[in-house]
């Protein structure tokens, strides 16, 4: 049996990070210097539609103020994953000492995460128990990248990542896909390697990793016997929803992790996949005290398990 995970902003909500509608809020605060701006963030209905519409205007026309306008609004977007970072720094993964039910155990039993958040979260405080019987792993990675050595780097926040020269899958280490990138990511010509606003999936084909990284995706989903959990993720990118709808057509397994649940996927995603369970409890309380919640989580593995002995037999 084969155990994915996929997380979107509402997994790094439990950490205090913030959801579209609030990181908008913060860049009405930090463009209201800027008339132009702030009015194409107030009536886009969202920063990455707001971020669309500048990088479309760019690209139309081409203009130094244009150019200006798109150099501003990305400035601005880069400072408020700043100060989200910032605040993560100081703050653990798992949210009490009951480490055998914590959120870093169950981390590291998933064959494989993708998240869709370019945070600094998971590169900050995902440590997880390599030596608990439950995992066949040794360590996480993030495959095809590597971290800048920077002693002077001021924890997570200022460390850059560039691509490694070599591509690979350990089998023996946990992939970690960050599927849009991440905010301290750098092509080899010092580029950002991190994808917002409009045409998503055209951005990704055009970053070789992140274009690696969606093959992979639709990889993991396709394997025979393949059991998804879906944590805190909108349903908002096409290009993710279409591959958990193909997935669907050979039998993909969906356990929702959202305070809406069902409520939060379009039909045309719900009705094409097996939905096997859902949680619409926050992940504070779950991996709190929360024995009888959790214990609905843990059988995403224990059934699996199940399973996938019984496959054999």
């Known amino acids: 049996m084969n155990t994915v995970l996929l997380v979107g902003a509402g997994f790094s909500r439990?950490?205090?990070?913030?959801?579209?509608?609030?990181?908008?809020?913060?860049?009405?605060g930090r463009l209201a210097h800027n008339p132009v701006l702030h009015g194409v963030m107030r009536t886009s209905g969202g920063f990455e539609k707001a971020l669309a519409t500048?990088?479309?205007?760019?690209?139309?026309?081409?203009?130094?103020?244009?150019?200006?306008?798109?150099?501003?609004?990305?400035?601005?977007?880069?400072?408020?994953?700043?100060?989200?970072?910032?605040s993560l720094i100081h703050k653990g993964l798992d949210f009490n000492d009951d480490l055998l039910h914590g959120v870093r155990r169950f981390l590291s039993r998933f064959d494989a995460i993708f998240s869709l958040n370019q945070d600094l979260l998971l590169e900050m405080h995902y440590k997880p128990f390599?030596?608990?019987?439950?995992?066949?792993?040794?360590?996480?990675?993030?495959?095809?990248?590597?971290?800048?050595?920077?002693?002077?780097?001021?924890?997570?926040?200022?460390?850059?990542?560039?691509?490694d020269w070599e591509w690979d899958l350990q089998p023996r280490r946990q992939p970690i896909f960050k599927l849009h990138g991440s905010v301290n990511w750098r092509d080899t010509q010092g580029g950002s390697i991190m994808v917002l606003g409009a045409d998503k999936a055209k951005s990704i084909k055009e970053k070789a990793i992140l274009h690696w990284y969606a093959a992979e995706f639709r990889a993991h989903l396709m394997k025979s016997g393949t059991r998804l959990m879906v944590i805190g993720y909108s349903f908002g990118d096409d290009h993710i929803n279409s591959v958990i709808r193909?997935?669907?057509?050979?039998?993909l397994q969906v356990f929702l992790v959202d305070p809406a649940g069902r409520q939060a996927v379009p039909s045309s995603v719900l009705n094409s996949v097996y939905l096997i369970g859902e949680s619409l409890r926050p992940l504070t309380t779950t991996f709190g005290r929360d024995h009888l919640e959790w214990g609905k989580l843990a059988r995403f593995f224990l059934d699996s398990h199940q399973q996938s002995t019984h496959d054999h037999t």
């Open 14 to 28: 439990n950490w205090g990070c913030w959801l579209a509608p609030e990181l908008t809020g913060d860049l009405l």
């Open 54 to 86: 500048v990088q479309s205007e760019y690209l139309q026309h081409g203009t130094d103020d244009a150019k200006g306008r798109l150099d501003d609004l990305q400035a601005a977007v880069m400072a408020s994953f700043r100060a989200m970072n910032e």
């Open 130 to 163: 390599w030596s608990d019987a439950d995992t066949r792993f040794q360590s996480s990675y993030y495959p095809g990248m590597v971290e800048e050595s920077n002693f002077l780097a001021q924890y997570d926040v200022d460390q850059i990542w560039y691509p």
């Open 246 to 251: 193909e997935a669907g057509q050979r039998g």
